[in-house]
């Protein structure tokens, strides 16, 4: 019963962000200079008075400014965001087709990084001063310093090209025309390049952060408990420290979620991979204004949720958030 | 057996015993001479080698040391690499830099109203912060330079607006602990005014983990900019690395070197930037430093 | 008869910021079947860390155990392998420490935590082990067991939890069981019903208890015999009415003196509140005298030259201090 009531809490929270992301859309369409009958208009070559004035009506351009604010967030909310001007087509659908790939990739690397940063992390903490704990510094030193858009071109250079055994882009072989598993299987071989690139950077700082996190639980007193206890040294590590050591790695990762989309930005533009990234791309290209400020309100939607998941994760795993309500 | 560590040596001020903790540590001295190292290529490199990176000076395409012109190879139009390297240096650190400076601006003062006044402002703040955190910051610079057209000082200005969200976390978080110290509360015993008390008390005080927050931010603001630029996004004037990376991926498997040696850099640079923060972590807190 | 736990000579040292520091210095005691020995000393010296190593839990990898031998039952626990020493721990001698507040993990509920050793050295099933850990939840007078079995630690206040945390160490009924400061933490109302609650389980189970503390009241009441510590050596030894009534030695009358006398009552001169002036030595500035000689008023020269050897000075209690040496060169064993 609690849960339900946390979770209607956190969905209206989440409206009221979105209705602000709204806004702020808004007004960053109207703080920029010029404007759509201003690019039609140039377009044109010039026009009479008249013309500017009727367009300007047509757009709704001679409103009051909270009118059009008024309008704008009435039909964000019945879910049109607009029409693409480069694509002709509303811009929710188009973004609505991209999202799968997106959160699959993200969800991937998010993944991927969580577990095997956790045990990366968690056996170097083990042993304290082995080559382990100072491959796990020297590898998050450079995973987190190197842009992830030239990481991924390394990493294409060398799996793609040099060492040719992964595919250079997309999503799956659109030739192969294969469905069901197989396909599945297809997705997957795409997958490991860019959610490979997407990961290393939060897989260098979740193993750094699981390795500090663990050596901190290991020195606690109730870890010093289970000891007494008579327990092995694997049943105090593995079911005694590593749920509580695992922790901040949680928060840490629900934090980062949205770098983690803004990254997805640069590696689905570098691997080609047709998710929400790449269609920000070629919207900036093209700007496309309507493009790019939906898929910045839809970016901040799936932020939300998985913020949302986040907190619903951390409190299965802290029994301490739980009854504090 | 902290009791055993703690009874050792004299007392030394807190800066100098910070400075005799960061010297010993031999990673974060790398990390200085290589920024010393880029630092003087950014300054003095131009100076020395004074070719326009834009600039056609041979065949497109060559592979570094085919020729002398063009010592690190050319790119796909035939431009000097090398000069494109010792060029964009410049705008990658001073972007960086500047907009670090403006997150830190930004999110220090957010983080300090908002943990010194608690109550309604404290959650009017946090509201602000929690908004921009749900915001992809990258998403977001770019709609920023998009619609403001691409200079480098939009650019500047994007980055750091976008990026102060970790820096207020920070600050609210150290006036929060700050607030409940004696000092604290005897500075407002005795009558002193809220911002003397804030700005001239608690931020001193505050300032260790701002500064190595500020450090790594520099960092991550490189990053920025160097995404931003190899999406087309920075100013089309100014040749920086990231730029160059971002102009010749549609070549890679031809020309690895036009991609390898800029994005080298830019790693070098952040490399350098994050080991001195760790350094200057480490400094000042030797608690946490492991045996 | 011989003793249940016998520590002879047990040296640890540890590395530090100032070097190798010897926490523990040539430490011999023991504890026979169902009596209870009271360690006493100021903090850090070295009681607990005598606790951790007779457990195996000397922090590594700074703490070396040097030297020495701790024999349970005749056997050396110091040169068994850890399989044997993960068996005796928890099962046979079992230990409490003093933070009740962080001594529990938070995330798992107090039931699993107080079954999970009857689990592991009892071959109990989860139905039979819940049932035990519910029996020593009311042993130990926690109410509503059934319910509370299943209750996180956080939802226990401190007394609750070092309540938990005896019935965590009793499940198993170990010969031995180690009380390093365990009220220290809690309440002094809440003091009072824990040692009462170990005196009813000792009294019930007959299990020897090393209790080490700085609280003299509760050594009164519960120690059969006392050893006082200072400075990671053994300075005397006795029965507890030995000690009380006639410490030998200068610390051990130092601590009694300490203690606050509440006088009924008007009129008289109120007494100054007494103490021992001076601090504990830094263990890495230790010489070969007695670590005392700076705080001692009696102190001879040769206090500062040599560490003065066990002396006789009653029925089983004896001193390590110069100023006992009786004339005709008489010393303990």
Known sequence: MRIALFIARRIAYAIGLLLAVAILNFTLIHLAPGDVVETIVGEMGGASTETIASLRKTYGLDRSFIEQLFIYISRVASGDLGVSTYFNRPVLGLVADRMFATVLLVFTALATAVVLGTFLGVTAARRPSSWLGALVTIVALFGFSAPVFWSGLMLLLLFASVWPILPASGMYDIASGATGFAYALDVAHHLILPAGTLAIIYLALYSRLARASMIEVLGSDYVRTARAKGLSENKVVFKHALRNAVLPVVTIAGLQFSGMLAGAVLVETVFTWPGMGLLAFEAILRRDTQLILGILLLSALLVIVGNLLTDLAYRLIDPRIRTDG | ?291 | MAALLEIENLEVEFDTWDGRVRVLDGVSLSVNAGETLGIVGESGCGKSMTALAIMGLVPKPAGHVTRGSVRFQGEDLLAAGEAHLREVRGHRIAMIFQEPMTSLNPVFTVGDQIAEAARLHLGLGSGQARARAIEMLKAVHIPEAERRIDEYPHQFSGGMRQRVMIAMALICEPQVLIADEPTTALDVTVQAQIFDLLQELRDTRGTAIVLITHDMGAIAEMADRVVVMYAGRKVEEGPVEAILAQPAHPYTRGLLACRPQLHLGTGGARTVLQEIPGVVPPLHLLGRGCAFAERCAHALPRCREQFPPETMAGEGHHASCWLLEPADGRQAA
């Open chain 2, 1 to 291: 057996m902290d009791r055993l560590a703690a009874s050792a040596s004299e007392a030394r001020g807190p800066w100098r015993e910070a400075w005799s903790v960061f010297k010993r540590n031999y990673a974060a001295l790398v990390g200085l001479c290589i920024l010393a190292l880029v630092l003087t290529t950014a300054i003095a490199g131009p100076w020395l080698y004074p070719v326009d990176p834009f600039d056609i000076v041979g065949a497109p395409k060559t592979p570094p040391g085919a020729d002398a012109d063009a010592l690190l190879g050319t790119d796909y139009l035939g431009r000097d690499l090398l000069a494109g390297i010792v060029r964009g240096g410049r705008p990658t650190l001073m972007v960086g830099f500047f907009a670090a400076m403006i997150a830190t601006v930004i999110g220090i003062t957010m983080g300090a109203l908002g943990g010194y006044y608690g109550g309604k402002v404290d959650a009017l703040l946090g509201r602000i912060t929690e908004f921009f955190q749900v915001l992809p910051a990258l998403l977001f610079a770019m709609v920023l330079v998009m619609l403001f057209s691409p200079s480098l000082v939009t650019v500047t200005f994007a980055i750091g607006f976008v990026a102060w969200t970790s820096m207020a976390r920070l600050t609210r978080a150290e006036f929060l602990r700050i607030k409940q110290l004696e000092y604290v509360r005897a500075a407002r015993a005795i009558g002193s005014s809220n911002s003397r008390i804030i700005w001239g008390v608690m931020l001193p005080n505050a300032l260790p983990p701002i500064i190595v927050a500020a450090t790594l931010a520099t960092g991550t603001a490189i990053l920025f900019e160097a995404g931003l630029s190899f999406l087309g996004l920075s100013d089309p004037n100014v040749m920086s690395w990231g730029m160059m990376i971002g102009s010749n991926r549609n070549y890679l498997r031809e020309m690895w070197w036009a991609v390898t040696f800029p994005g080298v850099c830019i790693f070098l640079t952040v490399l350098a930037i994050s080991l001195v923060g760790d350094g200057l972590n480490d400094a000042f807190n030797p608690r946490l430093r492991t045996r």
